[in-house]
């Protein structure tokens, strides 16, 4: 094959196609991405118990092969491959959210009207995204699923106050963020993930949220999970496969803590666990509260000291600013004293009468 030339076989006809690189000002065709118009190819629907139908479409077989292709690798004279993203030029099969890709996903020129969008990939070999971007104008948004991708960081969706799902499993997230505005989140899938704390102001925040899903991450202290007392209307949680999974009495422990779960790890809670879970945690939540009590004590001891030496300090620095000011007007008192001896003087000195030294 010759240099700046690529080939692509069409999932439509298996016909292969020849597409020579032209320059940046060419109207026929952008040199960054082979996307031929959306009523060139079918697109293909999956249905989803959860999802709308009319807007859940499948990122795969006919479909990738213009509507995931962002970029286009060219060979150069020297035979080094380059791409439109040079900073990801290490990571093969990167893919990028636009709000083109997302129009023609859902077929809503309007984004706005967008309900439902999936962009999971589940097929081998399909190239994957790693940011959240551009998902700004699809303010009434309730079903974003991005599973399955390379997703480091949970970002840039303040925009999406009415968001009630969100799926983010498979992907290399490290830490819960971003989410803080998610007061109608009802599901949150963060499985296979690498995340090891549970903030402390998801409980705070997320308070709509019924079913969380943590499987298969680094969690390993039962202390942080029952930071989700207040989530009252929380009814299923996975977090089977990792640390803390393995701990005795761990089913029990957040049975005694989270009343109002149903379901954990996918199993039913039974009426045995939950009459079980406060014989066996009753008095240990009584030691804690009184060890919670007295290092409240002690704050509040600490605190009290710290105020004693914050008035002591606040009255010397007054002693201190009333020592100047005395200093200060002593100082213009003598100012003056001063003043008036000088101008006692300099009046003596121009009233003595002139003597002729010729009359003597």
């Not at 439109?84 to 030029?89: A, I, L, V």
């Not at 129009?103 to 009207?113: E, G, M, P, V, Y």
């Not at 390379?150 to 498979?170: A, F, G, T, Y």
């Not at 090891?196 to 409980?203: K, S």
Request: glycine share 2%; charged share 25%; with cysteine.
């Amino acid at each position: 094959m010759k240099k700046g030339v690529t080939q692509r076989i069409s999932p439509r006809r298996g016909a292969k196609v020849s597409l020579r690189m032209q320059s940046l000002g060419s109207p026929l065709l952008d040199p960054y991405s082979l996307t031929p118009h959306p009523t060139h190819l079918p697109l293909h629907r999956t249905t989803h118990s959860k999802m709308d139908s009319n807007h859940q479409l499948d990122i795969t077989d006919a479909n990738e092969d213009w509507l995931l292709t962002e970029t286009v690798a060219i060979e150069s004279r020297e035979g080094r491959v380059w791409s439109k993203h040079s900073d990801e030029e290490s990571i093969q099969g990167i893919r990028y959210i636009t709000e083109d890709l997302i129009s023609r996903l859902t077929k809503q020129d309007n984004l706005a009207f967008v309900r439902s969008l999936n962009l999971a990939v589940t097929k081998s070999g399909d190239k994957k995204f790693k940011f959240i971007e551009n998902l700004e104008k699809c303010e009434h948004l309730q079903i974003l699923n991005v599973s399955h991708n390379v997703i480091e960081k949970i970002e840039k969706l303040e925009k999406l106050h009415n968001l009630r799902e969100l799926h983010l499993s498979n992907n290399i997230i490290h830490k819960i963020e971003g989410l803080e505005h998610m007061a109608s989140l009802q599901l949150l899938n963060l499985s296979s993930n690498d995340i090891g704390h549970v903030p402390l102001w998801l409980a705070k925040k997320l308070r709509s949220l019924q079913t969380l899903n943590l499987q298969r991450n680094k969690i390993s202290s039962l202390h942080e999970l029952s930071r989700l007392k207040p989530l009252k209307n929380l009814t299923e949680l996975t977090l089977a496969e990792n640390p803390i999974a393995n701990l005795p009495h761990y089913r029990l422990f957040l049975v005694f803590h989270l009343r109002s779960l149903e379901t954990l790890d996918g199993q039913p809670i039974s009426q045995e666990e939950r009459e079980q879970a406060p014989q066996r945690f009753q008095m240990e939540e009584i030691e804690r509260l009184e060890q919670d009590l007295e290092c409240r004590v002690a704050e509040i001891g600490r605190l009290q000291s710290e105020q004693v030496a914050a008035v002591e300090e606040l009255e010397q620095q007054e002693e201190l600013i009333d020592q100047l000011q005395l200093k200060s007007l002593q100082q213009q008192h003598c100012q003056a004293q001063q003043k008036q001896e000088l101008d006692t003087k300099t009046e003596l000195l121009f009233s003595r009468p002139l003597v002729d030294p010729f009359l003597k």
